[in-house]
């Protein structure tokens, strides 16, 4: 039941123009910025040659390409969120759901799993650019790897809190801006940590970019991995209780 939601969930999200249009104005948006960035490494190459322990393409286009991507897809993703469960209410056919037969787990896992099947699409179209660059120059393949992993993770963190906040509201502009506001509020709680013990406080610890930066740079820690996992199965479990709740009502 749960690959059938998911197919379900991911079908009738492109029967939508919004993530065909979300998909055209990312490649767009991130493929000029892509080859602007590789024209200023020629440009920049001559005066690396001469120096030891030099950056790489993989340090000087893909990385900073993808914490880029990282922000831009912070504003983006509570878009892609907010119909999954706010469109079920608003439209009445969460009723439907809730009084059938399903797990409430089933139907929170399906509808997880259609966002992440749209988050792999993202993701993998994306690194078409990086892996072009094979063509003409070497790559560094474990730092490649541990950003394409990075952005899974963090992109489905996104979602699961995306998914969590839907199932709050009806309204499917209520559930953008306030994942927007989550997301933006658990990007900046890093500032606020480096002003408290030098940024080693539990308050930095919360960042979800701080842990992808270390990814970025290759290092690929596996509490890193275990904080993004937390996240996910944390705001799954506060859906399924959200949806739980509200078939007792």
Not at 61 to 82: C, E, G, R
């Amino acid at each position: 039941m749960i690959l059938t939601i998911a197919r379900y969930e991911i079908r009738s999200m492109f029967l939508s123009p919004l993530p065909w249009i979300i998909l055209a104005v990312v490649q767009i948006l991130l493929g000029y910025i892509f080859l602007a960035q590789v024209d200023s490494f020629f440009i920049l190459q001559p005066r690396l040659l001469g120096l030891e322990n030099t950056p790489g393409v993989t340090d000087l286009v893909i990385a900073p390409l993808f914490q880029l991507a990282a922000i831009i897809l912070l504003m983006i993703m509570p878009l892609v969120t907010m119909r999954s469960i706010a469109e079920e209410k608003r439209n009445r056919t969460l009723t439907l759901l809730i009084s059938s037969p399903l797990n409430m787990s089933d139907i929170v896992l399906g509808k997880f799993l259609g966002l992440l099947l749209f988050v792999l699409i993202l993701v993998s179209l994306l690194m078409l650019m990086p892996l072009s660059l094979y063509v003409g120059t070497e790559l560094d393949t474990g730092k490649l790897f541990s950003i394409y992993i990075s952005m899974l993770l963090l992109l489905s963190s996104f979602a699961a809190i995306g998914l969590y906040l839907s199932s709050l509201t009806e309204n499917q502009t209520i559930a953008a801006v306030s994942t927007f506001g989550a997301l933006l509020m658990l990007w900046i709680i890093d500032w606020a940590g480096e002003s408290i013990n030098g940024g080693q406080s539990v308050i930095s610890y919360l960042s979800l970019l701080q842990h992808q930066q270390k990814m970025m740079e290759g290092v690929f820690d596996s509490s890193d991995v275990a904080y993004y996992l937390l996240i996910i199965v944390g705001f799954l479990v506060l859906t399924i209780r959200q949806l739980d709740r509200e078939r007792l009502l």
